[in-house]
């Protein structure tokens, strides 16, 4: 198979190449961030996609969205998703649809080098590889109504302070963070919540209604 990897850390970077090359696979790409990722596959056109969920700048799930934007654009690429950490909004995306070709592996659950080939190779083959872990959060989130419960911590924290009538500003102050922070926070919860742009309706009085029903 004709492989693309996007993976920030050098060491980890080198060693799924060697240990893919060395099983036969052919790595026709091995980049460290999400840009250089969805440009490697406009180059190249892999069979499958390995792909790391916290990506630079951020670390957060630069990887992740990069992913399903390769579901979404090139749905005959498979993709295998490699994480420390559930991240449940964008596996659903993932997912979505169809589960061919479609892989969600925690790293430590990946020990075995022959479960993880044997599973880059089903993923590649249109097979699917869900790690236990993934298919129970999943379940779980599908049992859950409240849409406020997709929020981080973080975000929660903002819309409790919007529930309190404070501007973006003195959330700003109130958090020690920047106002460009908050404006992103917002954005997120609005997203999260399902909320978008609508000349009829005001999103962030939505936002707060949401939050005190929940």
């Not at 859950?144 to 903002?158: A, K």
């Not at 302070?161 to 501007?167: K, N, V």
């Not at 908050?182 to 009085?205: C, M, S, Y």
Request: overall charge negative.
């Amino acid at each position: 198979m004709r492989i693309v990897i996007a993976e920030d850390s050098v060491l980890l970077r080198a060693g799924l190449t060697r240990l893919l090359v060395e099983a036969g696979e052919e790595v026709v790409s091995a980049v460290g961030d999400a840009t250089a990722l969805l440009d490697a596959v406009q180059r190249n056109r892999p069979d499958i996609v390995i792909a790391d969920v916290r990506m630079p700048p951020t670390h957060t799930d630069e990887g992740i969205r990069a992913a399903v934007t390769i579901r979404q654009t090139h749905p005959e690429i498979a993709v295998l998703v490699l994480s420390q950490y559930v991240e449940e909004r964008y596996a659903v995306d993932l997912i979505a649809g169809d589960t061919a070709g479609v892989g969600y592996l925690l790293k430590d659950r990946v020990a075995d080098v022959g479960d993880f080939l044997e599973a880059v190779r089903r993923v590649g083959s249109g097979g699917t590889a869900l790690d236990p872990e993934v298919v129970s959060q999943l379940l779980a989130r599908s049992r859950r109504r409240d849409p406020v419960d997709r929020l981080t911590d973080r975000e929660r924290e903002v819309l409790g302070l919007m529930a309190e009538g404070r501007s973006n500003g003195a959330i700003a102050e109130a958090l020690v963070v920047s106002d460009g922070a908050v404006e992103k926070h917002v954005r997120n919860i609005f997203t999260k919540l399902d909320l978008f742009p609508d000349a009829g309706d005001h999103r962030r009085v939505l936002a707060v209604l949401r939050y005190l029903d929940s």
